[in-house]
T-cell receptor, first 112, second 113 residues
Framework: SQKIEQNSEALNIQEGKTATLTCNYT??????LQWYRQDPGRGPVFLLL?????KEKRKERLKVTFDTTLKQSLFHITASQPADSATYLC???????????FGTGTRLKVLA | DADVTQTPRNRITKTGKRIMLECSQT?????MYWYRQDPGLGLRLIYY???????NKGEISDGYSVSRQAQAKFSLSLESAIPNQTALYFC????????????FGSGTRLTVV
């Protein structure tokens, strides 16, 4: 069956460290993968999109990698801050029609 | 004004009642989506519309219906609400390829008692 897996356990890290979140998928061959941030009770907010032919994408303190062989994307936040505490969702274009399927998200808590 | 506006923000309704959730957008996008979010299950697609004349079922459409009244408006109806439809509902829009991501509304928290 098709699956998107994100670590359901919360990730706690110290302020200033790099946070790394993982998104694994099976039985998909997405051309695009997106990452979102979601705060409690709010809608997800788009952060980054990476294409299958891109190995890495950066935006300010954020970095995303996309390994189509491993079927995995990593999402990094460098120099993390308490304000980065949120749930982070990955989403992929499962059908080639630019209709995205979402993972369940990983909750990140940055400790001051 | 928000790019994607959902009304109401919160709603408590009784089992068996009909309820409509409304969504309007100012992004000028053709594509609109309805998702529900439950703890541990993430966002699940209920219905989506690629343009005004195109409506498609998502993975969990049973018990729901939609109407695309205009490019900017996409409403979700629960014809006869049941308690397991209690959830957080999100509307979203995107351009053709989603290259700039989906833009989500602030959500409607629906409780069916």
């Amino acid at each position: 069956s098709q699956k998107i897996e994100q670590n359901s356990e919360a990730l706690n890290i110290q302020e200033g460290k790099t946070a790394t979140l993982t998104c694994n998928y099976t039985n998909y061959s997405p051309a695009y993968l997106q990452w979102y941030r979601q705060d409690p009770g709010r809608g997800p907010v788009f952060l980054l999109l990476i294409r299958e032919n891109e190995k890495e994408k950066r935006k300010e303190r954020l970095k995303v990698t996309f390994d189509t062989t491993l079927k995995q994307s990593l999402f990094h936040i460098t120099a993390s801050q308490p304000a980065d505490s949120a749930t982070y969702l990955c989403a992929l274009d499962a059908s080639g029609t630019y209709k995205y399927i979402f993972g369940t998200g990983t909750r990140l808590k940055v400790l001051a | 004004d928000a790019d994607v506006t959902q009304t109401p923000r919160n709603r408590i309704t009784k089992t068996g009642k009909r309820i409509m959730l409304e969504c309007s957008q100012t992004k000028g996008h053709d594509r609109m989506y309805w998702y529900r979010q439950d703890p541990g299950l993430g966002l699940r697609l209920i219905y989506y519309s690629f343009d005004v004349k195109d409506i498609n079922k998502g993975e969990i459409s049973d018990g729901y219906s939609v109407s695309r009244q205009a490019q900017a408006k996409f409403s979700l109806s629960l014809e006869s609400a049941i308690p397991n439809q209690t959830a957080l509902y999100f509307c979203a829009t995107s351009d053709l390829k989603g290259a700039h991501g989906y833009t989500f509304g602030s959500g409607t928290r629906l409780t069916v008692v």
